[in-house]
């Protein structure tokens, strides 16, 4: 599964984020948009440690 998220990294920029959520908001649903940007403000905070900050860019690339 790790390998499969790696698939993703180079798929998120925050430009991508925001040009999708503008784009496909509103079919991607107000809980998935919520989701996400909970997800993308977790990987702003430096507490976060990097393996999970990993997670997340793989997840928000595979939204991407």
Not at 7 to 36: H, N, T, W
Request: net charge neutral; charged share 30%.
């Amino acid at each position: 599964m790790a390998e499969e998220k790696k698939d993703y990294f180079p798929e998120y920029s925050d430009e991508r984020f925001m040009s999708k959520v503008l784009k496909y908001g509103k079919a991607i649903g107000c809980e998935l948009l919520c989701q996400a940007f909970l997800l993308k403000i977790v990987l702003g905070k430096d507490e976060v440690p990097t393996q999970a900050k990993l997670a997340i860019i793989g997840a928000l690339g595979y939204l991407i």
